[in-house]
């Protein structure tokens, strides 16, 4: 089944120099392990390729519900240097969340995800 | 009933709503204000303030925002902790000073100051002594910007803030403390919290994490259910109630808008997020991964179980350098095909840099309305948008080239694609880049300094 990753999770970014980070927290828990399952390092950096320049570093929060990812040469060297609109990577969280996720038809049925329209 | 300690966060940076101290005061009980001036670039604008003039150099909204709480530290004991002192503490420490005077009360305030982050004068003697200073993200020595840096100051952490309380200081001004010491070091004085009591450290550190960008863990910028947050208008700003065992709601005043919530506050908790393993501060090493979060009832979050690893025997230097120059410039395209047209306009004008020779070190075009902040992510819509600002940058290290970029752009508006507007500005500035440059430095080598006045 598709999955627009903005019905089932939000998030939020910010920067630290020239990475832009993204968290990302499933809407209900029972999400999150949907989200850790196919929301992976490669997943992420395919998404962002020729957008990012450097890679992806992926962490896990299953306290909080969340991924945290980091992307790395995101922000046109970031700060003050960068001539960027999202210098800061404000909205590097809305950017992810045009990803779509293909999850196999009886675990999105089990997790009860809603399917992209 | 054990003792609860309340925190206030009142400024999640320098220029942040000018009323919100005051309301952090007024809406309810507090026993402290935390005010955070200061982000990675800050120190610099400030130190250039102060090369100009002796007497700045430190975050001046401080003290429009100390007249406002006045009463409440005068007549209710509030306690303020703010790292408005920039590269100038003392300087900060005096205008407040005679803001109180003038409002007739001169003998209200205990003014702890906390010095000693201030490495600029000392980097020839750290790098001789042997400190690289090399450039946490590339490797690089200090050696190589030497001649260009501006600003350098080590972020220092809770211990001087609460040598300062437990001197009698009901107003704490630092310089380049972290954001979350502010927080945790009012809670560590309180409940008495030792130097290796790392889980209730770390407890208090990810509550500063929380708190310090102010609104933005109760509604503000928040996507979750953004529709229905409440009165935005009247926002609450978040209020820290910490108790001995490093356990800690998080809330806002009864009556103000905005939202508490597990998601507000897990959003919060995530930006600007590096390894959640470790989040590493002067005082303690706190482990995101840790935190838990309960709902207790309507705006209020209980955050627990939070554990934290020693120390390590750096501090993190923010280092500020000049980095050569740029400018952006802006016009705007409108319907019909306005972002071809937009498109056109690009090309036409690196034709023309392209004609003069000149080469920068970095141009970037942006469309905005069709693609400036998600790129290629955002599809096709752009080609109907009805109107798209065109945007575009250069950098180089020769302030002479940025300059002759600057004036290529409003030109464009007689003598290249049609319906363009939104070139009352006129030529762009030139502005110098300073630059940030992170490092670590052995702990023994900063000595804080604090001074009761």
């Keep these: ?117 | 009933m054990s003792k609860t300690v309340r925190v206030a966060g009142g400024q999640g940076f320098w220029g942040d709503w000018p009323d919100a101290p005051r309301r952090q005061v007024d809406g309810g009980p507090v026993d402290y204000l935390m005010l955070d001036y200061l982000a990675e670039v800050t120190m610099s604008i400030l130190q250039k303030q102060k090369e100009r003039d002796p007497a700045m150099g430190y975050a001046r909204d401080f003290v429009g925002a100390m007249e406002g709480v006045l009463p409440a530290v005068a007549e209710r004991g509030v306690k303020v902790i703010a790292n408005a002192g920039g590269v100038n503490p003392e300087a900060c420490a005096a205008a407040v000073q005679s803001m109180a005077k003038a409002a007739g009360r001169p003998d209200a305030l205990r003014i702890g100051i906390v010095t000693g982050d201030n490495l600029l004068p000392r980097i020839d003697e750290l790098l001789a002594a042997g400190h690289e200073l090399r450039n946490m993200d590339t490797g690089e020595p200090l050696s190589v910007v030497r001649d260009r840096v501006i600003a350098a100051n080590a972020y220092i952490g809770s211990t001087p803030i609460v040598e300062a309380l437990a001197k009698g200081a009901n107003v704490v001004i630092t310089g380049r403390s972290t954001d979350t010491a502010l927080t945790m070091a009012p809670l560590r004085h309180e409940f008495g919290w030792g130097a290796t009591d790392w889980n209730k450290l770390a407890a208090g550190i990810i509550a500063g994490h929380i708190i310090e960008c102010g609104a933005q863990c109760s509604g503000g910028n928040c996507l979750h259910d953004w529709r229905n947050i409440p009165n935005l208008a009247d926002v609450g700003y978040p209020i820290v109630e910490g108790s001995a065992d490093g356990t800690f709601v998080v809330t806002k005043h009864p009556g103000t808008g905005g939202r508490v919530s597990v998601p507000t506050v897990s959003e919060q908790l995530v930006y600007e997020m590096g390894d959640p393993h470790a989040y590493i501060t002067p005082d303690v090493v706190a482990d995101f991964t840790s935190i838990r979060l309960e709902d207790a009832g309507p705006d209020r979050v209980r955050v627990f179980g939070i554990t934290g690893a020693p120390a390590t025997d750096k501090l993190k230097v923010s280092i500020a350098y000049k980095s050569g120059y740029k400018a952006v410039g802006s016009l705007v395209y409108a319907w019909p095909d306005a972002l071809e047209k937009a498109e056109l306009a690009d090309r036409v004008l690196r034709e023309r840099l392209d004609r003069m020779g000149l080469k920068f070190e970095k141009v970037l075009s942006e469309f905005v309305g069709a693609s400036a902040t998600h790129g290629r992510l955002a599809g096709d819509a752009g080609r109907s948008a009805p109107e798209v600002q065109y945007r575009v940058g250069v950098r180089d290290a020769d302030r002479k080239k940025v300059e002759r970029f600057t004036r290529e752009i409003v030109p464009l508006v007689l003598n290249g694609p049609p319906s363009v507007t939104g070139f009352a500005g006129g030529r762009p500035k030139v502005e110098e880049i300073v630059a940030y440059w992170p490092a670590l430095v052995d702990k023994t080598v900063v000595q804080t300094q604090v001074e009761i006045r």
């Excluded at chain 1, 962002?48 to 890679?55: N, Q, S």
């Design chain 1, 1 to 117: 089944m598709r999955v627009r990753l903005m019905d089932i999770a939000h998030a939020r970014s910010g920067d630290k120099g020239d990475t832009a980070n993204v968290g990302v927290i499933a809407l209900k828990p029972a999400w999150y392990p949907v989200l850790n399952t196919h929301l992976t390092r490669d997943r992420v950096a395919a998404h962002f390729a020729g957008i990012i320049e450097g890679g992806v570093d992926r962490f896990e929060l299953p306290n909080l519900n969340a991924l945290n990812f980091l992307l790395h040469g995101a922000l046109d060297g970031g700060g003050t240097l960068s001539l960027k609109t999202d210098a800061q990577g404000k909205v590097y969280s809305t950017a992810l969340l045009r990803m779509e996720l293909d999850v196999p038809d009886e675990e999105a049925r089990v997790a009860g995800l809603p399917a992209a329209p």
